[in-house]
């Protein structure tokens, strides 16, 4: 699986729109983008993924830049349940093998 | 998407004793993983649990530390043994999606203290 980075941490004002960056320079050409977060002492809980399109559902948008070699995670209206520690992970498809966590971006929405 | 009853939900144990922790899912699934995730920390992953055969082990775990039953394809048990206070951690269980487009399921974790 490719390495992933990401910033430590991030605020963003309630209501504001909160961009997680993600950086994957070593991505392979049949490696997906999975997000997750985890909410204060819940398990992990699946956001989006995607390969080299942009999507979106109900909870966020994923935006995958040309290259592959980064991504954002779009949160379009910020609020304080959104605050968790947020995880991005690069790997091929859904597979019977375990997701490898890095130590993802912990975002704080703020009043 | 699967769901996954994990018991218990926390608990508070002396050191030198063992806890098994529960994992119930609500369908079939073929593989099984546990993790570990220390204070303030990602998670590890300590095993995968395939039912009918042993556990796989990362590096750093072993079978004695933390024993691992897969009776079938809907239940397993992780049982941290001889523990001490660096065994206080959030123990989690993890089903694959199963070919959905839902993603891993995660228990909610048992939130063990060891004293």
């Known amino acids: 699986d490719a390495k992933t980075t990401q910033p430590p941490s991030m605020d963003c004002a309630e209501g504001r729109a909160a961009n997680l960056p993600c950086n994957h320079s070593t991505i392979s050409g049949n490696e997906y983008v999975y997000w997750y977060r985890q909410i204060h002492s819940q398990g992990p809980q699946y956001i989006i993924h995607g390969l080299k399109n942009n999507e979106t559902n109900e909870m966020a948008s994923l935006i995958i830049t040309e290259d592959r070699k980064s991504s954002t995670l779009i949160l379009p209206h910020a609020t304080l349940r959104d605050t968790a520690v947020y995880y991005c992970i690069v790997r091929v498809g859904w597979g019977n093998t375990p997701l490898v966590f890095g130590k993802g971006t912990r975002l704080s929405v703020i009043a | 998407s699967a769901v996954i009853s994990q018991k218990p939900s926390r608990d508070i144990c002396q050191r030198g004793t063992s806890l098994t922790i529960q994992c119930q899912v609500d369908s079939q699934v073929t593989m099984m993983f546990w993790y570990r995730q220390q204070p303030g920390q990602s998670l590890t992953l300590i095993a995968t649990?395939?039912?009918?055969?042993?556990?796989?082990?990362e590096s750093g775990f072993v079978i004695d530390k933390f024993p691992i039953s897969r009776p079938n394809l809907t239940f397993s048990t992780l049982t941290v043994s001889n523990m001490s206070p660096e065994d206080s951690s959030i123990y989690l269980c993890?089903?694959?999606?199963?070919?959905?487009?839902?993603?891993?399921?995660f228990g909610s974790g048992t939130r063990l203290t060891v004293v």
């Open positions: 993890s089903v694959t999606p199963g070919g959905t487009n839902y993603g891993y399921t």
């Open positions: 649990a395939n039912q009918g055969s042993e556990a796989t082990y």
